[in-house]
């Protein structure tokens, strides 16, 4: 029986997008996205949906559970990014969030909470996307990285991060936050903590380049090894390239880093082997979906709830 952890989930949600395409309003701030050439609208829309298909197989090959759910709807391109907008944690705990750009605030679909209300154990619901009304936002697991084991909620500062709404997840959730400040090469913030770094049971893959900071850099890197977490130190070329965006999740043999094409190729050979002495890659090729400023994680919601026993016709457990 491979061992479980916290920080690796073994069941996830991801969407099927139809209309897909870089979002325009969200551009303003997200450096990491590519504009799409004109008239490629079509295009672009069946090449992602291959690629959820494709990486979807490949999860569920390595034993990942996928809960997939389609979206038809021509007003949401960044709905393939599901983690934004929820959150789920140990004990039966979601969180909804609040999201800065107005058409993504439409991305939050019942559907998917009744699901994971049906399918496992949820105790409650905590909705902060009324705070949008505020002007506060707090993007999920994309504007924090969780560390699950040592209950720490690391966060960039940025538009998408309010300050104010990270105390109060971590009050209630029961992280202890730690903010910094995170630039790209040309020195703007990045704009997603998730883009810049990534925490998995026993390795860290994070771009301490991009923390200007030095005191604050040191400090971060101290946290993230405690437990014996090996770091693996990435540069602003790699951080590009997607390569901080990856997840550990928990497969039929064993803990497996997924991770783009683009992010692996983006690795040099001993970061690889030494990732791989905790862990296998599991590199998932999304190009299409990559223009629109985030990669695999993004993609890809953790379920770190326990699951209710399913039923058999005569409502006898399975």
């Known amino acids: 029986m491979p061992q479980t952890s916290l920080q690796a989930p073994s069941a996830v949600i991801m969407i099927r997008p139809q209309h897909f395409h870089p979002n325009a309003e969200t551009a303003r701030d997200n450096s990491f996205q590519t504009e799409a050439p004109a008239g490629a609208a079509v295009d672009l829309a069946a090449q992602a949906q291959v690629e959820i298909d494709n990486a979807v197989q490949a999860l569920r090959n390595a034993g990942v559970q996928v809960h997939l759910f389609d979206d038809p709807r021509d007003d949401r391109p960044d709905a393939v990014f599901p983690n934004n907008w929820f959150s789920t944690h140990p004990g039966g705990h979601v969180a909804v969030y609040p999201m800065y750009s107005q058409n993504r605030r439409i991305e939050r679909r019942a559907d998917v909470l009744e699901m994971l209300k049906h399918r496992y154990r949820v105790q409650d619901i905590i909705d902060y996307s009324g705070l949008e009304q505020d002007g506060l936002f707090l993007e999920g697991t994309g504007a924090m990285v969780l560390d699950h084991v040592e209950r720490v909620a690391y966060a960039a500062r ?136 985030g990669s695999v994680r993004c993609t890809i919601a953790g379920i770190h709830l326990s699951p209710r026993p399913q039923l058999n016709p005569n409502g006898e457990a399975k």
Request: one cysteine or more.
């Open 158 to 293: 940025s538009k998408r991060t309010s300050e104010v709404l990270l105390e109060r997840f971590c009050t209630h959730f029961n992280y202890e936050p730690m903010v910094f400040d995170a630039c790209d090469a040309e020195g703007l913030p990045i704009y997603h903590t998730n883009v810049l770094m990534c925490i998995g049971t026993d390795v860290a893959l994070i771009g301490l380049e991009t923390i200007a900071d030095t005191a604050r850099r040191e400090e971060l890197r101290d946290r993230l090894a405690q437990g014996d977490r090996e770091i693996i130190e990435l540069t602003q070329d790699q951080i590009a390239n997607f390569a901080g965006n990856a997840i550990e999740l928990q497969g039929c043999d064993g803990r497996l880093l997924a991770m783009s094409t683009r992010a692996f190729e983006a690795l040099r050979p001993d970061q690889r082997q030494r990732i791989e002495t905790h862990l296998n890659i599991l590199p998932l090729d999304i190009p299409t979906i990559e223009m629109a400023g």
